[in-house]
């Protein structure tokens, strides 16, 4: 019986998330109100800001919990798989420095007299 309840108060998808952030950006407009009533000047202001900045943070706590739905065929490679790397084209943009084997320098560069 408590798990059924419990059920009730768990967030399954951003439609819930979306209205969750909404009823508390709500309350946190009315709270922000009531402080610029109870405290006038800039202290008043101070804590109607911390208020509403209080909502992105919950807001995108509660949209990175609940992600979208992606499709079965996405999740094979990874939801946070890397980009595939590109082939560099056949014709350069740009020269290609030479590249030098340390054994073809000439013997007389090796010489310590």
């Given at each position: 019986?408590?798990?059924?309840?419990?059920?009730?108060?768990?967030?399954?998808?951003?439609?819930?998330?979306?209205?969750?952030?909404?009823?508390?950006?709500?309350?946190?407009?009315?709270?922000?109100?009531?402080?610029?009533?109870?405290?006038?000047?800039?202290?008043?202001?101070?804590?109607?800001?911390?208020?509403?900045?209080?909502?992105?943070?919950?807001?995108?706590?509660?949209?990175?919990?609940?992600?979208?739905?992606?499709?079965?065929?996405?999740?094979?490679?990874?939801?946070?798989?890397?980009?595939?790397?590109?082939?560099?084209?056949?014709?350069?943009?740009?020269p290609?420095?030479?590249?030098?084997?340390?054994?073809?320098?000439?013997?007389?560069?090796?010489?310590?007299d």
């Amino acid at each position: 019986m408590l798990r059924k309840l419990g059920r009730l108060f768990t967030i399954k998808t951003r439609w819930e998330a979306w209205l969750v952030i909404y009823a508390i950006a709500l309350g946190a407009v009315e709270r922000g109100r009531l402080y610029l009533d109870i405290y006038p000047g800039w202290m008043g202001w101070t804590l109607a800001m911390a208020c509403t900045g209080v909502v992105f943070v919950a807001g995108g706590k509660l949209l990175d919990a609940v992600r979208p739905a992606v499709p079965a065929a996405a999740m094979a490679t990874g939801p946070y798989a890397a980009p595939l790397r590109r082939r560099a084209p056949t014709g350069r943009s740009r020269p290609m420095l030479p590249r030098r084997h340390p054994a073809a320098e000439s013997r007389s560069s090796h010489r310590t007299d």
